[in-house]
Each structure stands twice: as structure tokens, then as C-alpha cells.
């Protein structure tokens, strides 16, 4: 089922990879209100690495991107270039969740737990 959650083809129509990086970039590149809770955008960008890390690895060893602000960065690294994955989103989207899993956000365990097998699967 990876296959389907990003093809290697740009106008497969089960390219999902665009809502991948969505979901990474709002747990760990967007700012979070304060008393907010990122459990669910936590669990949600480490399911979406669970479930297509092959193709998003591949997507960002390749700089995949995307036309206009798609794949620009959340406000954290807006002085970053990025217009879709690449080597060094990638590296920062896994130490995020090394910092989840290491207890750097107030998530209950069964998030952290998430948080550390993702980090693990993006090597």
C-alpha cells in the first residue's frame, strides 16, 4: 500500500505526498498557540510516516516540489527556501519527533510512543 500513498509520478491521482508534508509542516514547523494541545497533529504526521515513509524519503532525497506556496515552510523556518521535501526537511521533521518521543511536548505516551517509531522508521 506505500505505492499508493506517493507514486514516483507526478500526475498519479493516489500522489498523496502534498497532504504528508501538510501534516509534517503543522506539527513541527508551525507555531502552536499557547495552552494548545499537538497531540493531533503529532499522531497524525507520524501515521502519515508509518504509512508512506518510502515514498516521502524518497520525495525529499529528491527535492520533490510544488508549484506556488505548497510546499513553502511553517513560520518556524519561513526564512528557509523550501518548495516541497528535501534532505534537510526531512532531518529536522525526525529530530522533532525525537523531541516528542524525548518528552519536549506535552503529549500523553501513547503520542510519544508514535513519535519515537516514526522517528525510528526515518532512519
Same mark, same amino acid.
Do not use: C
Given at each position: 500500500?506505500?505505492?499508493?500513498?506517493?507514486?514516483?509520478?507526478?500526475?498519479?491521482?493516489?500522489?498523496?505526498?502534498?497532504?504528508?508534508?501538510?501534516?509534517?509542516?503543522?506539527?513541527?514547523? *508551525?507555531?502552536?498557540?499557547?495552552?494548545?494541545?499537538?497531540?493531533?497533529?503529532?499522531? #497524525?504526521? @507520524?501515521? +502519515?510516516? =508509518?504509512? $508512506?515513509?518510502?515514498?516521502?524519503?524518497?520525495?525529499?532525497?529528491?527535492?520533490?516540489?510544488?508549484?506556488?506556496?505548497?510546499?513553502?515552510?511553517?513560520?518556524?523556518?519561513?526564512?528557509?527556501?523550501? *518548495?516541497?521535501?528535501?534532505?534537510?526537511?526531512?532531518?529536522?521533521?525526525?529530530?522533532? #519527533?525525537? @523531541?516528542? +518521543?524525548? =518528552?519536549? $511536548?506535552?503529549?500523553?505516551?501513547?503520542?510519544?510512543?508514535?513519535?519515537?517509531?516514526?522517528?525510528?522508521?526515518?532512519?
Amino acid at each position: 500500500m506505500t505505492h499508493l500513498a506517493g507514486s514516483e509520478n507526478e500526475d498519479d491521482p493516489f500522489d498523496f505526498k502534498l497532504y504528508a508534508l501538510w501534516a509534517l509542516r503543522d506539527a513541527f514547523e *508551525t507555531t502552536h498557540p499557547e495552552g494548545s494541545n499537538p497531540t493531533t497533529a503529532i499522531r #497524525l504526521a @507520524a501515521t +502519515w510516516v =508509518g504509512h $508512506a515513509r518510502s515514498a516521502l524519503r524518497l520525495a525529499s532525497m529528491l527535492n520533490q516540489s510544488f508549484p506556488d506556496r505548497m510546499g513553502a515552510p511553517g513560520d518556524k523556518y519561513a526564512d528557509r527556501q523550501w *518548495t516541497g521535501f528535501s534532505p534537510e526537511r526531512w532531518a529536522i521533521w525526525r529530530q522533532a #519527533l525525537q @523531541a516528542v +518521543w524525548q =518528552g519536549q $511536548a506535552d503529549v500523553d505516551d501513547a503520542t510519544k510512543n508514535m513519535a519515537s517509531n516514526a522517528a525510528d522508521l526515518m532512519g
